[in-house]
């Protein structure tokens, strides 16, 4: 269960990100955070991964106040949690095992947890016959599935996926899509983060909107309007995603 | 820590090694050579000062008597001299002794035959005297003053030249190794940090995706700080090895030169470097401390401040 109560975040320039927002959700729903860039999506995913700390309001995370968390108790916190980017952020010097056996050495698994977990998610994601490849001979949708084997391998209860088809084609994106659909038919609890209105549409999930800091509206997929789909959206050509993008990057570099 | 973790760790402070091998060959190098000018001015310092104590040992303070002193005046000045503490020895020779011992010194083979046109008279018969040693040198001249005013002294000699040279020599070394050593630190101190920084930005990528999968701060840090101990140990090594080297044939090199330059015995044995077994094992000790110390706090104030896990 994620809670979100009165939460608001200014940065320290004085942007308010993210105003009085209040939220549940719950364990294996799948939900879509949408909005214009700068609605402060990115922030919330930020503070759910505890890298921002709210200026007001608490976020509750499986029982966990992140607000009290001590900061020894972050990394076993993250653990419960898989990540997922726009640009996948693989480690380019290794291969796809490499790559996803990754996320358990840096949390001290055996070997032996490695060698029988990996290959479990090399055969989930379908690359196993692509284990030794490096990320650069693999394509958009094959990079993207390793980024998710990698999120799943510690076995999270709650995926969080910030734009994970912003850089694929339609084709790459419906089957990134369908395998984060099947992870939560698992009971993992899904996130995503898009501007994708095709999407969000064809997946008929829970989609919560965001604009200017505030959620403007909330909505179950059976409240939404089949012929209508979610609250119209500006539409946003190639050079708006792209400025969103680098907007997003700045941030973290900041 | 779980073993797996530590060979992880361990590869990875390598392999960051490996990745910007010129940064960790410079840090190295300047490590090295901090390292190996400690170790001489070490040795050296600890030469003379080994030195110093000979002297101390073998050169005390030799105090004369009147030559009508009976033997209560000449208790008196031992006990006299006792009551002030600080001392290491008295001893006393004997004007026969001192003879015997003045034979031996100068006349070396021919002693007897030399010795003999002073058949039964002592020349040295008025020469019997207490050399005293102290537990410090530095108490010598204040001892030296004291003993002079005591009555039935006649004559007070001591090594104070030498001493005292010998003394300024380390005094010197001392100053001078200080500053080198201090200036090789500081810039051993910069190239490790500045190796560390350079590793922190190729990790940078895999540093935040470390971070965001729930690795802990160890996890993060150590690779750099393992980076940081292996700049500082192969630093140290190579100048232990080839100071271990260099110490034995100078020990070899400054025997023979004195012996060749037909110096006596006791004047030999005080130019005795210290030998290799008693002052290695303490340059290994102290070396590995500094490089393996030096690359571990550097590398991890470099990487808490590069890292804000």
């Excluded at chain 1, 989930?124 to 390793?146: A, D």
């Excluded at chain 1, 992870?183 to 993992?188: A, D, L, M, V, Y």
């Excluded at chain 1, 789909?229 to 907007?247: A, K, L, N, T």
Aim: glycine share 6%; aromatic share 8%; hydrophobic share 45%.
């Amino acid at each position: 269960m994620i809670r979100l109560q009165h939460v608001s975040k200014m940065y320290e320039t004085g942007n308010r990100a993210v105003r009085d927002i209040s939220l549940d959700i719950k364990d294996g729903e799948f939900v879509f955070i949408s909005g214009k860039s700068g609605s402060g999506k990115s922030t919330l995913f930020k503070l759910i991964t505890r890298e921002l700390l709210p200026t007001e309001g608490s976020i509750e995370v499986n029982g966990s106040d992140l607000l009290t968390m001590r900061r020894r108790d972050i990394p076993r916190y993250r653990r419960t949690l898989g990540v997922i980017f726009q640009d996948f952020r693989l480690l380019n010097d290794r291969n796809v095992f490499e790559n996803i056996a990754f996320a358990q050495r840096v949390i001290g698994a055996s070997p032996r947890e490695i060698r029988e977990n990996v290959p479990k998610m090399l055969q989930l994601t379908g690359l196993s016959s692509k284990y030794k490849y490096l990320p650069k001979q693999l394509s958009g949708g094959e990079q993207q599935r390793v980024a998710i084997a990698r999120a799943l391998v510690n076995s999270p209860s709650v995926i969080l996926a910030d734009e994970p088809t912003g850089n694929l084609d339609e084709a790459n994106s419906r089957e990134i899509m369908g395998l984060l659909e099947d992870i939560n038919k698992r009971g993992t609890t899904v996130i995503v983060i898009t501007h994708s209105r095709e999407i969000i549409q064809q997946m008929k999930k829970r989609v919560i909107m965001m604009d200017k800091g505030h959620i403007i509206s909330d909505q179950q997929p059976e409240a939404r309007d089949p012929e209508q789909g979610i609250r119209p959206m500006p539409v946003r050509d190639g050079g708006e995603r792209q400025e969103h993008r680098s907007r997003r990057s700045r941030g973290r570099e900041a | 820590m779980k073993l797996n973790t530590f060979f992880y760790c361990t590869k990875q402070g390598l392999k960051n090694i490996g990745r910007n091998i010129l940064f960790s060959m410079a840090s190295i190098a300047t490590v090295a050579a901090c390292i190996f000018l400690f170790c001489l001015f070490f040795a050296i310092i600890s030469n003379v000062q080994h030195i110093v104590t000979e002297a101390e040992t073998t050169v005390g303070i030799t105090v004369f008597f009147n030559e009508d002193a009976g033997e209560a005046e000449k208790k008196a000045i031992y006990e006299a001299i006792e009551a002030q503490g600080g001392i290491k020895e008295i001893r006393y020779t004997s004007a026969e002794e001192a003879w015997e011992s003045f034979k031996d010194e100068y006349f070396g083979d021919k002693s007897e035959e030399l010795a003999e046109a002073f058949a039964d008279d002592n020349p040295l018969a008025s020469s019997d005297n207490y050399e005293i040693f102290l537990n410090d040198i530095e108490n010598q001249q204040s001892m030296v003053e004291y003993i002079r005013t005591l009555p039935g002294v006649r004559e007070v000699n001591y090594a104070n030249a030498l001493v005292s040279a010998l003394k300024g020599i380390n005094r010197v070394i001392y100053i001078l190794s200080a500053v080198i050593i201090t200036v090789l630190f500081a810039v051993s101190i910069f190239l490790i940090s500045n190796t560390i920084s350079v590793a922190a930005a190729f990790r940078k990528r895999e540093n935040e995706i470390m971070k965001l999968i729930g690795a802990t701060n160890f996890m993060i840090r150590a690779p750099f700080v393992v980076e940081g101990v292996m700049i500082g140990f192969f630093g140290a090594l190579i100048p232990l090895t080839a100071m271990y080297f260099i110490y034995r044939r100078a020990t070899t090199f400054l025997l023979t030169q004195v012996l060749a330059a037909g110096t006596t015995v006791s004047v030999s044995n005080l130019f005795q470097l210290i030998p290799i077994r008693e002052i290695f094992p303490q340059m290994v000790i102290v070396g590995l401390i500094l490089g393996v110390g030096m690359g571990f706090v550097v590398s991890f104030f470099t990487i808490r401040k590069h890292l804000k896990v």
